[in-house]
């Protein structure tokens, strides 16, 4: 079994003019603030049997093979605005699985005596 942790952090601010002015320095101020985080678990788990059959005219192979994979994806937001005076927090939560199975057949036989 193989656990990957990815963490990804992101932060942004938004300005505006305060207020316009004709000549000289013009007076800025920050209208929203955002924080992003995001958390990404991926886990995998996989195998294989092959069994071999030996005949006396020939042979079976048969293959079975699994591989799974858990991934589980979070990401957290929190805006301020303070334009509004809000604040806003937001939460995506994204958790799915994929599974591969696969079984194979093979034989092998010599009609000849």
Known sequence: MQTALMLERRNSAAFGRLELTRYGLMPYQMNTMRFSDQA??????GGSVILDYVLPHGKIVLQNTLAHTISDNTAYQYLFDFTQNALT?????DKYNKELLI???????NLVL
């Open 103 to 109: 079984n194979a057949l093979q034989t092998e036989y």
């Open 40 to 45: 990404n678990i991926v886990t995998n788990y």
């Open 89 to 93: 927090y937001t939460l995506n939560r």
